[in-house]
């Protein structure tokens, strides 16, 4: 209860501290441009004076935030990455050179590369066919929500959940995991599933392809509500049956949202952490990039050196990503 409070708190702070904070920048941009004065010219330069920098007032907590908590740390690692590991003494590329010939590195790129080809694709597959099928039921909204519910999850969270999924017990002992459960009424024998090695990998995923695919459906289904009716009805006088609609003219109309879509979980992929640290901690051959920067950022002793360096493979991977995704956003919002 101590906690609930206490969070409340935070919240009523930081509500009211903005309110009063946007109320009281207008408040000193009034009386420094007043408009409210006898010259009239005098009182319109006052105007877009003051319209020239509330724009600035209302982002520059944002702008601030993220140069503190966002560019600071980026350039800092940057910085870290050629150090050695207690930042103190110039090591140059050693920390790259290190990465090269590390062998849970080598392990690590290739769990994320087994990460962004199965992911990301069966997120977006799951996520357009079910938003496909619910435009065209009744309870298509509850069905929706439901599938979205796991959004509303912390990936710990969903971690927890999928534990009681895979969880073994001696083979002598009543299996309470769902998916050993299911394998014994089958004839099977159980298995410790996530430290099968290979398999596991796609034990983990399967919880962020469960996670993101409510997010896939939400953004695929608005975009298939967009799509003009005349082509659909077009197609259908001229023969088409359901597959070829949906293949041949909803599709490549909506191509663009699937594109922002698979980046925008391509991105989450490349940061993945949560998951693997609470369902394995890289134990097993699951060992990603995220989590390798933890470990030698924050155990062994600390290397912030060998830490920063693959945080900085990290951003190189996602940096580009991230601006493709942004160009093609763009692109969709202009209708290009």
Same mark, same amino acid.
Request: charged share 15%; no cysteine.
């Given at each position: ?30 009386? @420094? ?39 600071? &740390? ?153 799509? &003009? ?45 949560? @998951? ?61």
């Amino acid at each position: 209860m101590e906690q609930i409070l206490y969070a409340l708190l935070t919240i009523v702070i930081g509500v009211v501290g903005a309110i009063g904070f946007f109320w009281g920048a207008n408040v000193i941009l009034d009386l @420094i441009f007043p408009s409210r004065i006898p010259d009239p010219i005098k009182a319109s330069q006052n105007l877009r004076r003051a319209s020239l920098v509330r724009p600035w007032i209302f982002l520059g907590p944002a702008l601030l935030s993220l140069t503190v908590y966002l560019v600071y &740390p980026l350039i800092s690692s940057i910085g870290y990455s050629f150090y050695d590991r207690g930042g103190e003494n110039f090591v140059g590329l050693a920390n790259y050179r290190w990465m090269l010939q590390d062998a849970a590195f080598r392990e690590s790129i290739f769990n994320n590369i087994l990460w962004l080809i199965v992911v990301p694709a069966a997120a977006t597959f799951f996520g357009l066919i079910i938003a496909a099928l619910t435009d065209r039921i009744w309870w298509g909204n509850i069905a929706k929500s439901l599938i979205f519910m796991p959004m509303a999850i912390s990936f710990v969270g969903a971690s927890v959940i999928w534990k009681f999924v895979y969880d073994y017990r001696d083979a002598n002992a009543e299996q309470i995991g769902i998916l050993n459960a299911i394998v014994i009424f089958l004839g099977g024998d159980p298995q410790i599933w996530i430290t099968i090695p290979f398999w596991n990998n796609f034990f983990l995923m399967v919880i962020l392809i469960w996670i993101q695919t409510g997010f896939a459906m939400v953004l695929l289904s608005a975009a298939l509500r967009g799509i &003009p009716e005349e082509t659909v009805e077009a197609a259908v006088i001229d023969g088409a049956n359901p597959f070829q609609i949906f293949m041949k003219i909803k599709v490549p109309q909506i191509w663009g949202t699937i594109a922002v879509v698979w980046t925008t979980i391509t991105i989450l992929v490349l940061k993945v952490f949560d @998951i693997v640290l609470a369902m394995t901690n890289g134990q097993w051959n699951t060992q990603v990039l995220a989590n390798l920067m933890f470990d030698w950022m924050f155990r062994g002793g600390g290397d912030f050196g060998k830490g920063a360096a693959i945080a900085v493979v990290i951003m190189i991977m996602v940096v580009p990503i991230m601006i493709w995704n942004i160009r093609n956003a763009r692109r969709e919002m202009e209708g290009r």
